[in-house]
């Protein structure tokens, strides 16, 4: 093929990609209206929470986000999914418009955000009977340390894109640098210092021209009117999170027997951040289902929501 008619293969194909991004929330936007609250977890966190209704549930779905989204990367999803389920989300401590204590009062490491998550599903009322909680990058593990001592805190669990294991060779490098010093430090300073291109970026890394994407406007104004709050930055809250990542990985690499809610894990082909080695392993020790999603980087909820609207409409 020549260049010029693959410059213009790849344009076609991001043009169709912006145009069925369009489309899916459009039609998202016509199904149901979101309502954003917030929710007191404890004397010291209060959470900014999405929660989409539908007429007659036939379920509850929890959506969780990862590094440096906030909650509104779930919008048109969750109203998508709110024709026939209740859609909660909300932002992790240290993101969006949530909590950020400082680091004295509060670890923000994946264990801490557990008893987060686990305090939020008691707070919401939520019947864990009827539950699949979708959890990417961050939010994942959580989830599943959660599940080593609540089996029954969901009827499904679906994770992808994360770290459960103490990897570094699947771990891009940065990451690998957030998890000890002398590294970590410089690595977070540099992480604020280009915050702006992180924010412009993230999605982008690891895909071809054809399958880059734009975020929704939306989605953009809020991460990077979030980036920083009350003192802390989204990147200060990551880096306290993998200050504590090594030891609960290992954690749960260590208590997989204890893991009995049902999981899936979906992975992007093309994410570049954490390696599809490190699901495939993981599905394969614990013998779940994984889903290998070709042309997809890290961000799969963003990339091809459609996709992520059936995943989670098969597990219930």
Sequence with gaps: MSKGKTVNAASAAATLSCQAAGAFASA???????????IEID????????IVRAPAPKGTVLLLHGFPETLTVWKNIATTLARDYD???????G??????????RFSYAPRAY????KAYIERAGIDRSTLVIYATDIGALPVLL???????IARQIIVGDFAPFDRPQYMWENLQNLKAEPIASPTRAYMNKTSDEILQNVHRRGLSPAEQFDLPAEVQQDMTRSWSLDG??????FAHYYANFTGDQHYLEANLDRLKTPVKVIWGEKDIYIARDMGIEFAGKIGA???????????????????TVEDIRTSL
């Design 87 to 93: 859609v909660h989300a909300f932002d992790w401590p």
């Design 146 to 152: 959660l599940a080593l001592d609540e089996p029954s």
């Design 95 to 104: 993101y969006g418009q949530s909590s950020r204590p400082a680091s004295e």
């Design 114 to 117: 557990a008893q987060v998550l």
């Design 232 to 237: 802390m930055t989204s990147a200060d809250a």
């Design 28 to 38: 998202s936007r016509e199904a149901a209206q979101d309502a954003v609250d917030f």
């Design 289 to 307: 289902k994984l889903d290998i999603l070709p042309g997809i980087g890290h961000f799969p909820h963003l990339q091809n929501p459609k996709q």
């Design 43 to 50: 004397e010291i966190l209060t959470l900014r929470r999405m």
